[in-house]
């Protein structure tokens, strides 16, 4: 499956969501279809007018993800432009359901968005599911377990004066049963279970200078997250993470963009394996390279081909390091890269869509992307 997916041209993407996109179309709508889905400019594609009025994008959700299996899932992508004020972010909401080839499951409801001309910004989420996941103590050999989590999260932060900067708290609330999986066919023994509370707060603060939330040209993105699990608060286990992210764009001309990416997260105290962070650039399955010290970077170069298309290249390298408190006992580091192909699906609000691929140490990844790649860690 995975070969025919690295053949799939991107427009397949594309017209995937202009079908599923019709069909969400109310019967009854005043306006045409063709006014809605089309634009007035070049006739071509354009989701601009359904958007500017609430409308949802069903993304497709193909996962090649070979740390899970190949699998499928829809997530109804709601960005919310009608009536936004100057200053504000579009609101952002998301349902997903997702299913792999090794039994994993889950489902995601999210929202973000912000408010008081952008004063005030917020994101809640929750989720919950079944993953089946395979952990690499010491960088080759591994085991797998199954991990059933509840997950409930929610930030709010608050401008700093006039300028970019931004500060607030987070709060986490998660239950997470894991148990080693040895096959259908062999008994858990429920000593080997373990049934783990993690709440834990956080401290946020983020500077930004895009000149737009979804698919950035220019401008600078950087947010630092520490989050405390503690006993006080209901917690099992007692630990920290820290995540520092750093990403800036830069477009000399109309036809090109240049961008890099840097991703830091440390652990301290009694983490749990499951919560150590991974690398995580295109091409690198998830959980596979683990530590209690990892850094993510990737740089990338997009050319517009024209006001449509635009085609792009990206290269990534990762370090994962270990120490004595780290369930992990072996440093990894990778080196990555891939193309990608992206169509202006919403050209008023510079929304683009599209594919990459990306060929990692082990294997090659296909993932079909809404926005830059790198819109996950974007606060």
């Not at 919310?80 to 952002?92: A, C, H, K, N, V």
């Not at 998301?94 to 299913?99: K, N, Q, S």
């Not at 409801?109 to 993953?131: D, E, I, N, T």
């Not at 401008?159 to 148990?179: D, V």
């Amino acid at each position: 499956m995975r070969g025919i997916l690295n053949k799939i041209w991107p427009g397949v993407a594309v017209a995937f969501v202009a079908a599923l996109v019709l069909l969400s179309v109310p019967a009854a709508a005043k306006d045409s279809m063709k006014q809605l889905l089309t634009d007035a400019d070049d006739g071509k594609f354009d989701i601009s007018e359904y958007l500017a009025r609430g409308g949802f994008i069903p993304v497709p959700i193909i996962i090649t993800e070979p740390a899970l299996g190949q699998g499928l899932g829809v997530a109804a992508t709601f960005l919310d432009y009608s009536g936004l004020p100057d200053g504000e972010d579009p609101t952002i909401s998301v349902l997903g359901v997702a299913a792999t080839g090794n039994g994993s499951k889950g489902a995601l409801a999210f929202r973000s968005g912000s408010f008081r001309q952008g004063r005030f910004k917020y994101a809640a989420a929750l989720g919950g599911g079944s993953v089946n996941m395979t952990f690499y103590p010491t960088g080759n050999r591994g085991f797998t377990f199954n991990n059933r989590a509840k997950v409930a999260y929610l930030e709010g932060r608050m401008q700093i004066g006039k300028s970019a900067f931004y500060l607030g708290p987070s709060i986490t609330l998660a239950n997470t049963k894991i148990r080693p999986d040895f096959g259908s066919s062999f008994p858990i023994p429920p000593a080997l279970t373990q049934d783990i509370q993690m709440n834990a707060l956080g401290i946020l603060t983020s500077y930004d200078s895009l000149d737009n939330p979804l698919t950035p040209r220019n401008g600078l993105n950087f947010n630092a997250h520490l989050r405390r699990y503690d006993d006080v608060i209901g917690s099992d286990a007692n630990f920290d993470t820290l995540s520092v992210f750093g990403a800036g764009f830069r477009s000399p001309n109309p036809d090109w963009t240049f961008g890099g990416m840097v991703l830091g997260n440390a652990t301290s105290g009694s983490t749990p394996f499951f919560m150590e962070p991974s690398i995580a650039i295109r091409g690198v399955p998830l959980n596979r390279y683990q530590g209690d010290r990892v850094l993510s970077s990737e740089v990338e170069i997009r050319r517009q081909l024209n006001p449509r298309w635009s085609v792009l290249g990206f290269a990534g390298y990762g370090r994962a390091t270990a120490n004595g408190s780290s369930s992990i006992s072996k440093n990894n580091e990778v080196f990555t890269g891939g193309l990608g192909v992206r169509y202006r699906i919403a050209k008023r609000f510079g929304l683009d869509m599209g594919l990459d691929v990306a060929v990692g140490p082990e294997d090659t990844i296909v993932y079909i992307q809404l926005g830059h790649a790198w819109g996950r860690n974007l606060k």
